[in-house]
């Protein structure tokens, strides 16, 4: 069974930094292609980050050059790294495990950005 643990959020002031942790069980994160997403109060939930089985990284244009998304495949954990922040990143931010047979989700993390 597939489990996700996401964490490393807060409250964070804007220029700030955060690095979120995703911790899979379950599954390899070296053999399957990560996503981070986010959701914001009232909006529908966006991709920001991915990264391939082979460690190629994709961002949508809001983040890239601020955040950078990376794995550790000893400890079978996925990062997302984001610098300066803006009060616009402010959303619970989730991470999705696509196998070849399911996507898997966390239960998120809050992300608050103080202007």
């Known amino acids: 069974q597939v489990q996700i643990a996401e964490s490393g959020g807060g409250l964070v002031q804007a220029g700030g930094s955060l690095r979120l942790s995703c911790v899979v069980s379950?599954?390899?994160?070296?053999?399957?292609?990560e996503y981070w997403y986010r959701q914001a109060p009232g909006k529908q939930r966006e991709l920001v980050a991915s990264i391939s089985s082979g460690g190629t990284p994709g961002y949508v244009d809001s983040v890239r050059g601020r955040f950078t998304i990376s794995r550790d495949n000893a400890k079978n954990t996925v990062y997302l790294q984001m610098n300066r922040l803006k009060s616009e990143d402010t959303a619970v931010y989730f991470c999705n495990v696509a196998t070849i047979s399911l996507d898997y989700w966390g239960r998120g993390t809050r992300v608050t950005v103080s202007s």
């Open positions: 379950g599954t390899t994160v070296s053999g399957n292609r």
